[in-house]
């Protein structure tokens, strides 16, 4: 029971130090993305990758954003990475798509990127390319936040507790963050369908 409750414990700490003014900006800059006709491509590794198809779906379905993952075409992704290289994968996609000013990338990552220590660098170009077509730059990070807050509109770093539980916070709450910005009344377009049951 020890590790349960610790665990546990650490799940209160982490939404009591969640930046809520971050996340209202965060919303903000998403209503005004999707009233400007923007899409949004979401870009994470790992379990990142896993969140990225799921909020495809809730921001497309329940915001009525315009959504991709280039992680979800694996055929697609694995030439990319096969021919250019993995740290190309996503700024290459993100050409591919056509990305401009009109619209954002949204990064699920427990470290962000980094340059300095050669980490996800794929992220890192991804976002390169994304500020110099001037399309917004949105994150749910964990650690510091790595290269991704840095360079980010709008950015949610989901605090520390444990250096021992940061992957598993960090991802765990890039479901609960963005579950909470697509049922949020600004952004809610489509009701759920449990939501809807009378």
Request: aromatic fraction near 8%; proline fraction near 2%; include cysteine.
């Amino acid at each position: 029971m020890d590790y349960i409750n610790q665990y546990l414990d650490e799940v209160h700490r982490v939404v009591d130090g969640i930046d809520k003014a971050a996340l209202d900006s965060l919303v903000r800059q998403l209503v005004a993305l999707r009233e400007g006709g923007g899409r949004l491509f979401f870009i994470g590794v790992g379990g990142g990758a896993g969140n990225a198809s799921h909020a495809v779906n809730d921001f497309r379905k329940i915001a009525g954003i315009e959504s991709y993952a280039p992680t979800d075409n694996v055929s697609e992704l694995t030439a990319r990475v096969n021919d250019d290289g993995w740290d190309s994968s996503f700024e290459r996609w993100l050409k591919g798509s056509r990305l401009d000013g009109r619209d954002g990338v949204f990064v699920f990552s427990v470290g962000g990127g980094s340059e300095e220590k050669n980490i996800s660098m794929n992220i890192v170009k991804g976002l390169k390319h994304a500020k110099k077509m001037g399309a917004r730059v949105f994150g749910i990070v964990g650690r510091d936040g790595g290269y991704t807050a840095r360079v980010a509109d709008a950015c949610i770093i989901v605090p520390t507790i444990s250096a021992a539980t940061v992957t598993a916070h960090t991802e765990s709450f890039q479901a609960v963050i963005w579950h909470l910005i697509v049922s949020h009344p600004k952004m809610l377009v489509n009701e759920m369908k449990w939501e809807s049951v009378k």
